[in-house]
């Protein structure tokens, strides 16, 4: 049963950031978000620590003390903030995300509280979520003060005029190419 539970959610969630990937003017990456999520190195997992109303990397990492799913994600997803961790020198960098990856990752993260709080998801869902359970300290301090702005307009102002917002901000970004 976990099998089809966590491929709707997997289904839903990919639709949910598409439909806000189109908002931000990312269609491409809309169309391709989380392919990975599909692969047998995070679909299975998936399924075996499926709760539904938080990612099942979450018990994966009580069960065996780290997510081999979420490693495979993080490497080959570059809407997430952990992609962009490169060592110089013997110590960690912290790269800004280019403004289309972040926009992504703004995407994702509003589509996965919805998907996961369903009914209880409020505008200021994913802000709280940053606040609350993103180790910052493994960001790029430009691209976390980014995330916040973005994620405050998106509690005080909705998502219409936070998504205005985002998308002149990637469209700028683009003809600066």
């Not at 691209?143 to 307009?153: C, H, I, K, M």
């Amino acid at each position: 049963m976990n099998f089809f539970k966590h491929l709707s959610t997997v289904r839903r969630h990919r639709r949910a950031v598409r439909k806000l990937c189109f908002k931000a003017g990312l269609v491409r990456q809309g169309l391709t978000h989380d392919l990975s999520k599909y692969s047998r190195a995070e679909f299975w997992p998936g399924v075996k620590y499926f709760q539904g109303y938080r990612s099942p990397q979450a018990k994966e990492r009580e069960v065996l003390g780290y997510s081999a799913a979420w490693l495979h994600h993080k490497g080959r997803n570059k809407h997430h903030f952990e992609y962009w961790t490169d060592f110089a020198d013997g110590k960690k960098v912290y790269v800004d995300m280019p403004p289309g990856y972040f926009a992504e990752m703004v995407c994702d993260r509003i589509a996965a509280s919805k998907i996961y709080l369903k009914d209880k998801y409020t505008d200021g869902s994913p802000l709280e979520y940053f606040e609350t359970k993103t180790d910052i300290k493994g960001m790029n301090p430009d691209t976390a003060e980014r995330l916040r702005y973005y994620l405050t307009l998106l509690k005080d102002e909705g998502e219409e005029a936070m998504f205005k917002k985002l998308k002149a901000y990637v469209k700028a970004a683009k003809k600066k190419k």
